[in-house]
């Protein structure tokens, strides 16, 4: 989608700090952190929430989450944890309609979330 910020972190149009990419899925630091590592995860295909991306593609939610696992790793948050969102709708908080894992950690994360 031409008007997608994340398609456009996608195809290189938008700048971003990629850590991981795979052939379907792209890993780069949120703008606007909240935790010291806070790392979001993108298919490279437009899917607006993550059920979406569940049913179209089952696969590359599986490599997303998988690539998660691999990001965590490699800040050092896999142990002790680590944190997986995805916010669907705005009344969550969901602000790009572009399916995005957020991968948080490296600080308490405080349980239920706000
Ligand atoms: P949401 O609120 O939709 O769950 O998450 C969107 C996230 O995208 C926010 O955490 C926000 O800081 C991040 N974000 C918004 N615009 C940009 C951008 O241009 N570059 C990067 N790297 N992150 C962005
Ligand atoms: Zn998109």
Redesign the pocket.
């Known amino acids: 989608m031409t008007d997608c910020?994340f398609c456009k972190?996608v195809t290189g149009d938008?700048p971003?700090?990629v850590v991981e990419e795979t052939d379907r899925v792209v890993a780069?630091?949120?703008?606007?952190?909240?935790a010291p590592t806070?790392v979001?995860i993108i298919p490279k295909g437009h899917h607006p929430t993550v059920a979406d991306l569940a049913r179209d593609d089952p696969a590359t939610l599986a490599e997303l989450l998988l690539t998660g696992e691999s990001v965590a790793k490699a800040e050092g948050i896999r142990d002790p944890g680590y944190r997986v969102?995805?916010?669907t709708g705005t009344g969550?908080?969901?602000?790009?309609?572009h399916v995005?894992a957020?991968v948080l950690g490296g600080r308490g994360l405080n349980w239920p979330p706000g």
């Open positions: 910020l972190i938008v971003a700090t780069f630091r949120d703008i606007n952190p909240q806070h979001l969102v995805f916010n969550a908080g969901q602000t790009v309609f995005h957020h």
